[in-house]
């Protein structure tokens, strides 16, 4: 089944302290994958996606097709970063972009 | 363009009561997408057209749940009766489809039935 498993809710961390977001996805194609991000009263947005392999405000995310892993990573984390971040997996790849998300994870940096 | 605009923003309404949400996708979209954010279960794909055609309706959790799209600027997401349980935010979403998959967001309506 096609899946995309975040399973930390909170992720609670210092400013300035490393920070690693798990994301995970079952899928039998070729994965499209994306991180969102939506900060307090704000619209859901697009951070990075996978085959852009670009650092957005300091985060990557590298595929792991061997482990089926996205995980997203910023080495010193920022208070202005405290939002809810969404995995994404293309399900359609190439047709019409049908996106299935994870469960999401609040990020909360603490001064 | 104003983005993905949706609206109510906010509704409440009895339980038992017909509600619809709308959306106005962005201008030369073709895929349009309802989700269902809530605390339990995070974001759920209900519904998405594709070139104003219902594409995959799996994810609509019961027939209570109808959803249309007349033409490529509107879609209605519709519940008939609504129950305390379909209290959540209610998102529309847009993307270019084939040509690049980058879905983009409306605010969202928060729906409460009570």
């Known amino acids: 089944a096609q899946r995309v498993t975040q399973p930390e809710k909170l992720l609670s961390v210092f400013k300035g302290a490393p920070v690693e977001l798990k994301c995970n996805y079952s899928y039998s194609g070729s994965p499209e994958l994306f991180w969102y991000v939506q900060y307090s009263r704000q619209r859901l947005q697009l951070l990075l996606r996978?085959?852009s392999r670009e650092s957005i405000k300091g985060f990557t995310a590298d595929l792991n097709k061997g482990e089926t892993s996205f995980h997203l990573k910023k080495p010193f984390a920022q208070e202005e970063d405290s939002a809810m971040y969404y995995c994404a997996l293309n399900i359609d790849s190439g047709n019409t972009g049908k996106l299935i998300f994870g469960q999401g994870t609040t990020l909360q940096v603490k001064p | 363009d104003a983005g993905v605009i949706q609206s109510p923003r906010h509704e409440v309404t009895e339980m038992g009561q017909e509600v619809t949400l709308r959306c106005k996708p962005i201008?030369?979209?073709?895929?349009l997408f309802w989700y269902r954010q809530t605390m339990m279960r995070g974001l759920e794909l209900l519904i998405y057209f594709n070139n104003n055609v219902p594409i995959d309706d799996s994810g609509m959790p019961e027939d209570r749940f109808s959803a249309k799209m007349p033409n490529a600027s509107f879609s209605t997401l519709k519940i008939q009766p609504s129950e305390p349980r379909d209290s959540a935010v209610y998102f529309c979403?847009?993307?270019?489809?084939?040509?690049?998959?980058?879905?983009?967001f409306g605010q969202g309506t928060r729906l409460t039935v009570v």
């Open positions: 996978h085959i």
């Open positions: 979403a847009s993307s270019l489809g084939q040509t690049n998959t980058e879905a983009f």
């Open positions: 201008s030369g979209h073709n895929s």
